[in-house]
T-cell receptor, first 113, second 116 residues
Framework: AQSVTQLGSHVSVSEGALVLLRCNYSSSVPPYLFWYVQYPNQGLQLLLKYTTGATLVKGINGFEAEFKKSETSFHLTKPSAHMSDAAEYFCAVSDQAGTALIFGKGTTLSVSS | GAVVSQHPSRVICKSGTSVKIECRSLDFQATTMFWYRQFPKKSLMLMATSNEGSKATYEQGVEKDKFLINHASLTLSTLTVTSAHPEDSSFYIC????????????FGPGTRLTVL
């Protein structure tokens, strides 16, 4: 069975600092991996996804993530945090195209000035 | 990208009443849609898979008689919460796969249900 673990339910950074949100997954097959962002009382917005090919994936708003099969990780990074990045971030996995996603518990990112 | 809408965005109802939530794919056809439930400060939990023209598949622990799902067309799935109670209050989100090889999920904006 697939599962996703997001280390750290809450991450706080200063504006301009590096953002690192951790995600580890378990899957018996090559996974599809996703990062979503959610603002209060809103739906999910896709930041980036990994399906096949290049393991370093670039997404929107300056975010990127690297798929490391040996570490079963898909950590999300952004070189310089902005106040508008404060939100809830979810890592998700699926084992094949078109199937439901399994979500991690989420990480709340706070950005201070 | 593809757009998924939900209606209503917010609904408040009295205990014992039924509430219908619609999920529409606006610019693509979706033979499959997924319904998730999200509690405050919690992750999304898959409730069921909605299949056009056939019965929905429910996840373990989800009462199918409580949460009725109908996928009557290629662009519309509905979730009806029957005889709602305060513990059913939650944020309900639908999604539909699309894109090349269907490897991307598009999410609706969610529906906030409050049962008094």
């Amino acid at each position: 069975a697939q599962s996703v673990t997001q280390l750290g339910s809450h991450v706080s950074v200063s504006e301009g600092a590096l953002v690192l949100l951790r995600c580890n997954y378990s899957s018996s097959v090559p996974p599809y991996l996703f990062w979503y962002v959610q603002y209060p009382n809103q739906g999910l917005q896709l930041l980036l996804k990994y399906t096949t090919g290049a393991t370093l994936v670039k997404g929107i708003n300056g975010f990127e993530a690297e798929f490391k099969k040996s570490e079963t990780s898909f950590h999300l990074t952004k070189p310089s945090a902005h106040m508008s990045d404060a939100a809830e971030y979810f890592c998700a996995v699926s084992d094949q195209a078109g199937t439901a996603l399994i979500f991690g518990k989420g990480t709340t990112l706070s950005v201070s000035s | 990208g593809a757009v998924v809408s939900q209606h209503p965005s917010r609904v408040i109802c009295k205990s014992g009443t039924s509430v219908k939530i619609e999920c529409r794919s606006l610019d693509f056809q979706a033979t499959t849609m997924f319904w998730y439930r999200q509690f405050p400060k919690k992750s999304l939990m898959l409730m069921a898979t909605s299949n056009e023209g056939s019965k929905a598949t429910y996840e373990q622990g989800v009462e199918k008689d409580k949460f009725l799902i109908n996928h009557a067309s290629l662009t519309l799935s509905t979730l009806t919460v029957t005889s709602a109670h305060p513990e059913d209050s939650s944020f309900y989100i639908c999604s539909a796969p699309q894109g090349v090889l269907y490897n991307e999920q598009f999410f609706g904006p969610g529906t906030r249900l409050t049962v008094l």
